[in-house]
Each structure stands twice: as structure tokens, then as C-alpha cells.
């Protein structure tokens, strides 16, 4: 396995940083977020229709750029270091994945290369569990009916809801198993916008009630089976982990500039050994999860079952843990002004903690690790 | 053939290699010898180090013209995998394959080079680092042991202490970094001399250490001799060389000794199976992170050991040595706490012995080699940026 990064890794990488420094600046980030959050459409539509950044990890015969999950990790760091306020995150790394893991003709002619070409967005309700569980508990049912479906259940935290342009549901069927129901906004949906400490990613309710379907809104082609999902899984728990990385250099590399400019004694706080051995450490922590994560996405494509996935785990728990240990010494190195609405840390405290929640927190990822690597249960 | 084929038939050789050759009476000496187990077994590990020169294993990666085979970095990663798997003893030579060969060989004389690196090659000349004092620690530039030349005949005489000499006693050679002009201070006016270890004039005094073995020594030099050929550098040049040195540890073995981690805790997890500690979720979840640390491990040295031209990756490369020092003590706390009541009896369990020792020695890992507080200056200041720490005036 070799974890260097090719040339032209780096140069979608710089170019990708290169772009949001211009256009998803604290200054934009902050008018999405006084606005009580949303999606910055100016940004969305440069980002998907432009720069085809939803394409890069979408097969080259369902209309995408057919690259690797490394390319995506590295634009999810780069989004992740801007707080981009917008759908890639649920689009690319979400909903696209699932498509590609379970999709029918459908999905892979017509949904996929529209999400490839940036003319949708799309989001999955998954609920808020480590991967290992997400299947067994989704509670949505679905039954047919003359040439359709009803669908039934309530998802109470879809990412990027209401904007999704296309939402994925996941849902029961009599005989147990799980189809994969493809919404447009064309449906009757009952979605409550949630109001959220993060306004940097927008969360939303959503509520079926018996709600009728179409025939052709049923996308998978033989259902959601197990190992299909944790890899559609394993993909988004990666770009969240690749974007809590991100995050997380952003804000350390914020407080550095700050505490190498606060005077006080008579020197740059930064000069203080206290405030030194702090930074290095959460330094040590940023080496320890960039490298597991960098190593469990190149891994990817070489997926092998339960060791693979109790790596993507042990990727997600420290990228959680480095993001909260890094935000919230950020605001202690800024005294007073941390945890004023001015400074910048409290945009990323509050991400942290919101995507620490996202697909399941850390103490499920490390159940689902201590599973697989000691065995549960009556193999102890 | 391709660099991968080329990796795979480079590990298919060398495990076919040990599993013929680590056996018989070589045997007892699978996972011995390693940190905190180095007086193991000395006369049969120095054996096996000619064992391992016949199969041209030993400086694998020195160049060609110099006896070695001029492996790549991820061949020599794979080999030290490969060696780590087989259960390979810690290796007495490893001072001189790692260290002294690669330091002659970018600085040493032509005459050097002939006298030293064959012994080093064959498994016959062992070497020891005389680099910390009691006052010279992590503080290296306070060293204050002397080395005065004899004008008669161009030699050095050495007098002065050092200390923490791993192995110095079932050693040969030792190299010495002194202070050869009066009055300098610091990192300015020290030598880097080669000298044996067997004359009159240098004595070596055992340090009994925590978990009851004797691998670090005291050394003590009075009036001892260094041949006039045996200065690497210019006399004066001396801190030059000696950092050079460590730049060669560029942490190869040590994705060897994180096979060794990885069986330490296979073992803890077995136990844990054992005696019922793997069904309390809070030892669950410090297995998996545990788990987690020696996989992020294994990718940061990789990342580490790259020829990837990206910034972030030299500056990531100094955590390694905290990150991995502090997982290694952790892990030794988690084996006792495993092992619960009975990790305080000693017994004749090699199991329980081996843990044991882990908890006692890892303690150590967080100090030699840079301390945990020196590499968090490092990382601070060279990886980060920040202020320096002032020099204090104290003498």
C-alpha cells in the first residue's frame, strides 16, 4: 500500500483550497450562517456544475470522473477546513455511493449522472447510528400497492434537508427486506426544517405518512443488502472523517496565528512551554488520525469485511475526538475573545459537536471495533 | 519485475530464510532481545547475528559496493515486517547496521571504512553509543567528557562519563562525542571518535534498571585512547556528525517493533479472553483504542517513511516518536489492568512475564531517544513554528 499522494492528488487538493479561500470565506460563511444557515447556492452551483466535484468518485459509465475515494477524501478536507456551506458532503459521499453500491438501471442512468453533473443534489435518511447498526434499525416501511409503493416512518435528522433536491429512503418491506426509494420534491413530503446550533449544515425532519409512490421511485436493484451498505456507509463515514480533519488543521492554524500575535508579559503567549506542549500535542493527535484516515480511505478500494470496517471506524472516532480536542483549545487559547460571536472558533465548536453525531459517535464506533477485533458475546 | 513483485519476492525470501535459520538452537530466542530484554541470551544473539550475515541479512539496506544489497526504503520496511512476523531477536548489531555503518560510509575515511564496516557486516564487531552524561541528557549540547590530544602521537586521550550505554558491556567499539577544545561551550567544539572498548582507561559499570535486567551501563573513561585514524569529521566538527548519525535512524525498525507491539497485544487480548476482562466494556473500548493507535501508527510511519515531497508529511513525522512511545506505556497499564490482581505475582508464565516486563520497561520509551517533553518542544518549535525556549544561565 503506498499512501503518497500523486501529483495530481495534490493538485486537485491545492486547487480546491485555492478556490474556497476565494469563495467560501469566514465573511461568506458567516452571511450563510447570520441568515440562520441554508446552503450558499452561488457556491453549490460553481462547485457542482463547474468543477464537477460530485462527479470525482462516481463511475465513469454512470457519467462521473470514475477517481478514488482519496480524491473525494481530499476535497472533503478542504470543505471541511472553509465550514463550505453546502450539499457535498450528503450528495457526493451519501447519497451517490448508495446509488452506486445498490442502484437499479434507473439509478445508474438517470439519477447518478444527474448528481455526476451537478444538476441535483441529493441527501440519505440514514439515522443517526454507527454503521454496524444502521440496517437493522431503519423503522421506514414500505408496501406495495396497485403500481406503486406506501411509505411510512419518520427519519428525524436527514443532512442537508430541506434543500436536497433528491432524498434516498431507506425502507422495510413486508418480507424484510430493505428497497431504496428514491423522493423528488415533485412528492407531497412532509420535511421540517430543524433549527441547529451548527447553521453550517442544515438539518431536517422528515415524515412519511403514508405517502404513495410511484413504481419507478423504487431505485435498488435487489434491495440493500449488508456489505453493500457498510461500503455505501464506510464511504460517507470517511468524507466525514476527511472533513472533520480538515476542520481540524483549520482551527488549530487559526489559533496559532492568534496566539502568535496576543502580547501579554511581554511576550507572544505562544512563547509560553504551557500553551507550546499543548499545540504539539493536538499536533500528535492531527498526525495520529490524518494517517488512519489517509490509510483506511486508500484501503478502501480493497475492501475486506470486518477489519476494514472497524479501520473506517477507528477513522471516524479520532477525527471526532481531534475536531472537539482542537476547537475547544481553540477557544481557551483565545481567552476572552473564544467565545464571543466575532472570532471564528465558535463556528467550527459548533460543527464538531454536530458532526460527531452524524452516523453514529464515537462510543458505537468503538463498540463496533472492540466487536470485530475481540470477538462479542459468547466467542468471549 | 515491478516494485511490488519485487516486495513480495523480497518477503517470500526472507520468511523462508527465518523460518529455516530461527530454529534449533536458535529458537529460544524468538520475540527476546527486544526493548527492555536486551541482556538476553548475548552470546547466542551475537551467534545469530553471524547466522543472519550468512544469509546477507544484516545491512540489507547499505549499498552494494559497501557488502549490503542496496534495498529500497519499502524493502527494507518489508524485510524488518518480515523479520518482526518470524518472532527475529532484537538485533545486537543494530548499532552498527543502523548508525555507525551509514555515518562512516557518508563521512568516514576510506581507511574507516575498511577497518570497520566488515566487522559490522559480519555479525563480529558490536557497537555501543556514547552520546548522554549525567549532566548531558536532553540537553546533549552540555557534554562535558574531554578528549586531549597526544601530541606524541596523534591519538586522543579521553576522560569524562557517559551514561545509559546500551549494551556497552557485550560490546566492542564505542563512539564518543567529547569536548576537544578548552573553554567551548555548547555545540561548538566537540569531536565524534571511534574507540575500543576493551583497554585500560575505560570501565563500564552495569545500571540495574525497573524491571531487573542490566542493559545500560555507566562508562567511564580516564586517560582512555582514541587512535589518531578514529576521528569521523574534523576535530571540532564533532555536533555535525553526531546529528548526522541520528538522521539515519530514520525509523525502519521500527516497523519491526510494531510487529512486536501488535503481538503484545494479541496477548493482552487473549488474556482478556482468558480470565473474563474482555466482557467489561470499559476494557473493551481501551482494546479498541489500542487497536486504533498501532493502526495509526503503522500508516503515519508509512507516511513517514515515503519519499512524498508534501510538507504536512515531514512535519507529521515528528509526532512519531511521542505518539508511538506513549501508545507503547499505555499498553503496558492496559496489560496489568488485563491481567488485574495477579499481574502483581511473579510467576514462571513467560506470558505474564512478558507483560510484566512491558508495563515496567515502556517507561522508559517515553524518555531515551528525546523525552516526551523535548519532542513536544520539537514539534512545537520545528513543526509549528513557535518561539524557542530560552537558554537558561545556570551552569
Same mark, same amino acid.
Given at each position: ?20 479561500? &476565494? ?15 441554508? =446552503? ?38 478542504? *470543505? ?12 457526493? *459521499? ?38 454496524? &447498526? ?15 409503493? #406506501? ?127 499543548? *499545540? ?35 477513522? #471516524? ?27 471564528? $472558533? ?30 462479542? +458475546?459468547?466467542?468471549? | ?67 549490503? #544489497? ?10 524488518? &515486517? ?20 551509514? =555515518?562512516?560510509?557518508?563521512? +568516514? ?24 552524561? $549525567? ?44 569536548? *576537544? ?107 479498541? #483504542? ?106
Amino acid at each position: 500500500m503506498n499512501l503518497d499522494l500523486t501529483a495530481d492528488q495534490r493538485a486537485i487538493r491545492d486547487e480546491a483550497g485555492r478556490f474556497l479561500d &476565494e469563495n467560501s470565506s469566514s465573511k461568506d460563511v458567516r452571511l450563510i450562517v447570520d441568515a440562520g444557515g441554508g =446552503t450558499d447556492e452561488a457556491l453549490w452551483r460553481t462547485v457542482a456544475r463547474d468543477l464537477g466535484w460530485c462527479a470525482m468518485s462516481i463511475p465513469e459509465e454512470c457519467g462521473g470522473l470514475g477517481l478514488g475515494m482519496t480524491e473525494m477524501s481530499l476535497l472533503m478536507e478542504v *470543505c471541511g477546513a472553509h465550514l463550505a456551506c453546502m450539499p457535498l458532503w450528503s450528495t457526493a *459521499c451519501l447519497a451517490a455511493p448508495l446509488l452506486v453500491e445498490t442502484g437499479n438501471e434507473r439509478a445508474r442512468e438517470t439519477l447518478l449522472p444527474a448528481i455526476a453533473g451537478g444538476e441535483i443534489s441529493a441527501t440519505v435518511a440514514w439515522p443517526a447510528l454507527a454503521h454496524a &447498526e444502521q440496517l437493522n434499525a431503519i423503522s421506514a416501511t414500505a408496501r406495495a400497492e396497485g403500481d406503486g409503493y #406506501r411509505l411510512e416512518g419518520e427519519v428525524a435528522m436527514v443532512a442537508d434537508l430541506p434543500g436536497a433536491d433528491l432524498i434516498l429512503v431507506p425502507a422495510r418491506l413486508p418480507d424484510g427486506t430493505v428497497a431504496l426509494f428514491a423522493l423528488d420534491r415533485t412528492l407531497p413530503l412532509k420535511i421540517a426544517a430543524l433549527k441547529t446550533l451548527d447553521a453550517t449544515r442544515p438539518l431536517g425532519a422528515l415524515s412519511l405518512t403514508d405517502l404513495a409512490v410511484p413504481a419507478e421511485a423504487r431505485v435498488d436493484e435487489n434491495g440493500i443488502g449488508a456489505s453493500a451498505a457498510e461500503r455505501a456507509l464506510a464511504f460517507g463515514i470517511l468524507g466525514l472523517a476527511a472533513e472533520q480533519l480538515g476542520a481540524a488543521r483549520a482551527v488549530m492554524d487559526l489559533t496559532l496565528a492568534y496566539i502568535g500575535e496576543r502580547v501579554q508579559f511581554g511576550r507572544t503567549i505562544a512563547s509560553f512551554q504551557a500553551i507550546k506542549h499543548r *499545540c504539539a500535542k493536538l499536533e500528535v493527535d492531527f498526525a495520529e488520525a490524518r494517517s488512519l484516515v489517509y490509510g483506511a480511505t486508500a484501503g478502501f478500494s480493497d475492501w475486506s469485511g470486518e477489519e476494514a470496517n472497524a479501520e473506517v471506524a477507528a477513522a #471516524r472516532v479520532l477525527a471526532s475526538e481531534l475536531l472537539f480536542r482542537a476547537v475547544e483549545e481553540s477557544i481557551q487559547l483565545h481567552g476572552g475573545v473564544g467565545f464571543t460571536w466575532e472570532y471564528d $472558533p465558535h463556528l467550527y465548536f459548533k460543527r464538531a459537536q454536530a458532526s460527531n453525531a452524524l452516523l453514529g459517535a464515537p462510543e458505537g464506533h468503538l463498540d463496533a471495533i472492540a466487536d470485530a477485533i475481540i470477538g462479542r +458475546g459468547a466467542e468471549v | 519485475m515491478s516494485e511490488a513483485e519485487g516486495i513480495k519476492a523480497l518477503r517470500t525470501e526472507a520468511a523462508q530464510w527465518l523460518a529455516e535459520h530461527l530454529t534449533g538452537k536458535y529458537a529460544p530466542l524468538r520475540h527476546r532481545g527486544g526493548s527492555g530484554d536486551g541482556d538476553a541470551f548475548p552470546v547466542l544473539r551475537k551467534e545469530w547475528e553471524r547466522e543472519l550475515a550468512s544469509g546477507r541479512w544484516t545491512c540489507p539496506g547499505w549499498p552494494r559496493e559497501y557488502g549490503g #544489497r542496496g534495498l529500497s526504503i519499502a524493502e527494507q520496511v518489508a524485510f524488518q &515486517e518480515e523479520y518482526g512476523l518470524a518472532g527475529g531477536p532484537g538485533r545486537m548489531g543494530h548499532i552498527g547496521e543502523g548508525l555507525v555503518g551509514p =555515518t562512516l560510509i557518508a563521512f +568516514g575515511t576510506d581507511d574507516q571504512k575498511s577497518r570497520f564496516l566488515p566487522g559490522i557486516l559480519n555479525g563480529t564487531e558490536f557497537w555501543c553509543q556514547g552520546y548522554s552524561e $549525567p549532566s548531558a541528557g536532553s540537553d546533549l549540547g552540555n557534554i562535558k567528557t574531554r578528549a586531549r590530544l597526544d601530541p606524541a602521537t596523534g591519538d586522543w586521550l579521553v576522560t569524562g562519563q557517559k551514561v545509559w550505554t546500551s549494551l556497552a558491556h557485550l560490546s566492542d567499539w564505542i563512539f564518543v562525542l567529547a569536548r *576537544c577544545e578548552e573553554g567551548s561551550v555548547g555545540r561548538n567544539g566537540l569531536i565524534f571518535l571511534l574507540m575500543k572498548i576493551d583497554q585500560p582507561g575505560v570501565e563500564i559499570r552495569p545500571i540495574r534498571q525497573i524491571g531487573g535486567g542490566a542493559e545500560f551501563n555507566e562508562v567511564f573513561f580516564a586517560d582512555a585512547r582514541a587512535d589518531a585514524r578514529d576521528v569521523v569529521g574534523q576535530p571540532g566538527d564533532g555536533w555535525r556528525i553526531a546529528m548526522a548519525l541520528l538522521g539515519f535512524e530514520r525509523g525502519i525498525s521500527t516497523l519491526g517493533q510494531q510487529m512486536s507491539f501488535a503481538q503484545e497485544l494479541d496477548l493482552i487480548i487473549e488474556i482478556a479472553k482468558e480470565n473474563g476482562a474482555a466482557l467489561r466494556p470499559a476494557i473493551r473500548h481501551r482494546i479498541a #483504542r489500542a487497536w486504533i493507535g498501532l493502526r495509526a501508527m503503522r500508516y503515519l510511519a508509512m507516511r513517514v517513511l515515503s519519499t512524498d515531497p508534501d510538507g504536512d508529511v515531514q512535519r507529521e513525522g515528528l509526532s512519531y516518536k511521542y505518539h508511538w512511545s506513549n501508545w507503547h506505556r499505555d499498553l503496558g497499564k492496559l496489560a496489568m489492568d488485563v491481567l488485574g490482581p495477579e499481574a502483581n505475582i511473579i510467576a514462571d508464565d513467560w506470558r505474564r512475564e512478558r507483560l510484566q516486563q512491558l508495563f515496567l520497561f515502556s517507561r522508559a520509551d517515553t524518555i531515551y531517544g528525546g523525552t516526551n517533553e523535548i519532542q513536544l518542544n520539537i514539534l512545537a518549535e520545528q513543526g509549528l513554528g513557535m518561539p524557542r525556549e530560552p537558554r537558561g544561565a545556570l551552569k
